[in-house]
């Protein structure tokens, strides 16, 4: 049973590149979240989604878009990378009952 | 304003003793759900415990406990015979009826042998 499948698990990037974090779920959940992790700390809300075609922002949505064109596919995009985007980003899906993440994807923003 | 809070950012106790986290959270709805979740050093976020608002019985499962305060907004964890497997950081989050699922700071507990 894949879950919640993110990737890539690590990557490097530089200041001003762009990039997408890809996640992908196959238990047919209408809520996914993007979270980010900073270095002991909690997880922040990046945006989310209720189902297809819906999406809306959480806590810290700046220098982030998302899509959901699909319910398994909710991928985030990261267009001007910063040092402050450096961090752990975790997807989510969820069903009210139980929320299920990914394995998380390791970005350095240098 | 902060709707899940956990005010104690760090815990250690001895293995075998209890431990107890506190969470409090905001919220005007009457139906929602409140979690525990555990983060070891591997980064997998695992479910610990979940507790239904409608429910007055207080969540059990092996060792964890929660006390579940719904007039005080409170939701705390209660950790019996802990283990180092315990070891990680614990997460108080909130689902609001259909709105989004959001968490707490943390609290990194520690156990020593």
């Known amino acids: 049973n894949a879950g919640v499948t993110q990737t890539p698990k690590f990557r490097i990037l530089k200041i001003g590149q762009s990039m997408t974090l890809q996640c992908a779920q196959d238990?047919?959940?209408?809520?996914m979240y993007w979270y980010r992790q900073d270095p002991g700390m909690g997880l922040k809300l990046i945006y989310y989604?209720?189902?297809?075609?819906?999406?809306d922002k959480g806590e810290v949505p700046n220098g982030y878009n998302v899509s959901r064109s699909t319910t398994e596919d909710f991928p985030l995009r990261l267009e001007l990378a910063a040092p402050s985007q450096t961090s752990v980003y975790f997807c989510?899906?969820?069903?009210?009952?139980?929320?299920?993440f990914g394995q998380g994807t390791r970005l350095t923003v240098v | 304003a902060q709707t899940v809070t956990q005010s104690q950012p760090e815990m250690s106790v001895q293995e075998a003793e209890t431990v107890t986290l506190s969470c409090t959270y905001d919220?005007?709805?009457?139906?929602?759900?409140l979690f525990w979740y555990k983060q070891p050093p591997s980064r997998q976020m695992i479910l610990v415990i979940r507790?239904?608002?409608?429910?007055?019985q207080n969540a059990t499962e092996n060792r964890f406990s929660v006390n579940f305060q719904k007039a005080a907004k409170s939701f705390s964890l209660k950790i019996s015979d802990s283990q180092l497997g315990d070891t990680a950081m614990y997460f108080c989050?909130?689902?609001?009826?259909?709105?989004?699922?959001?968490f707490g700071q943390g609290t990194r507990l520690t156990i020593n042998p």
């Open positions: 919220t005007s709805e009457s139906n929602y759900y």
């Open positions: 507790q239904e608002a409608y429910k007055q």
């Open positions: 989604s209720v189902g297809a075609g819906i999406t």
């Open positions: 238990m047919n959940h209408n809520y």
């Open positions: 989510a899906t969820e069903t009210g009952a139980e929320a299920f």
């Open positions: 989050a909130l689902r609001r009826g259909a709105q989004k699922l959001v």
